[in-house]
């Protein structure tokens, strides 16, 4: 496995010279399985462009771009590059689209086809000239064929998404991102007269195993990329709630389960690249330059990092 990192920021792109190190561009990542030829594509955020014209430099005539393209989610900073991904354009181009279903009513085509209309962009989407294929995801297991196989997580967002394990001789690689740790949503005062002590009994029982569904999820991983948009005081301070971890908790999640790469990711757009140099050096222990006492390699994900399974 080859995986490379082509937009590592949350919400919204944020280039300028303060993000030329990290990258500005929202989440990307690739996906390659060398010896089967297999090209994966995590998410389309606005990073999604820059893989695209390297894919289309790198094209053979001869032989038509393929590529299968994993949404988390459909949230705006993780589709926003697609309409931009100058291979869609191409006749002999095939993509399969695969993401969770949000509305049983509004399949995945539609949310993604409602870019690609006159109010927001020239184009139409019935007007794309590769062959595009949407395949629904819900939790679960699936043989992807020849030897890669796939299990999905509901992770706890606003909107419903997806992590990602991907498992192929012998390597697995596994994206938790968006998410934050799940808590007891009944858990309030005890003299309030609407406190139900049963309910919040049960309530704190699902969460904690939801919380260990997910450790499970990423256990043994050999790299796993990981929400951490912010850390434990900013978290506790102000942002329980909003759908992103701290990085603590993606640390200790990370150590108690055996990662052996956790990769930091969906930076938040007000971190300059020394504030997130500064974070490395509290956090990290440096991609590629050791690991820490535990066995752990620890590191800030980067646009244009590339890392070999």
Known sequence: MRIKFWGVRGSIPCPGPL???????????????????????????????????????????????????????????HIMGFPF????????????????????????KEVLSGQWTYRYFPVRHEELSAHVAYENLKEGAYDMGRGLSLQTKYLNHPLLCLGYRFEYQGKVF?????????????????????????????AEKAAAEENQRIERFVSGADLLVFDTQYTEQEYRSARVGWGHSPMEHAIAVARRNN??????????????????????????????????????????????????L
Request: with cysteine; proline share 5%.
């Open 259 to 308: 990662v052996k790469r956790l990769a930091m990711f969906h930076h938040d757009i007000q971190r300059t690249d020394e504030q997130l140099d500064a974070l490395a050096r509290q956090y990290g222990t440096g991609t590629g330059t050791g690991t820490s006492s535990d066995g752990i390699e620890i590191f800030f994900a980067r646009e244009g990092m590339e890392v070999h």
């Open 174 to 202: 596994c994206t938790a991102y968006d998410t934050e740790p799940f808590l007891n949503v009944f858990d309030g005062d005890p003299n309030d007269p609407n406190y139900d002590a049963d309910v919040v009994e049960q």
């Open 85 to 108: 991904f100058a291979p869609i354009y191409l006749p002999d181009a095939r993509f399969t689209i695969y993401g969770p279903v949000t509305y049983e009513d509004e399949p995945l």
């Open 19 to 77: 993000t030329t190190r990290y990258g500005g561009n929202t989440a990307c990542i690739e996906l390659h399985l060398d010896e089967s030829k297999r090209h994966i594509i995590i998410d389309a955020g606005s990073g999604i462009r820059e893989l695209g014209n390297q894919m289309m430099a790198q094209h053979n005539s001869g032989e038509p771009i393929q590529a299968e393209i994993f949404l988390t989610h459909t949230h705006w900073d």
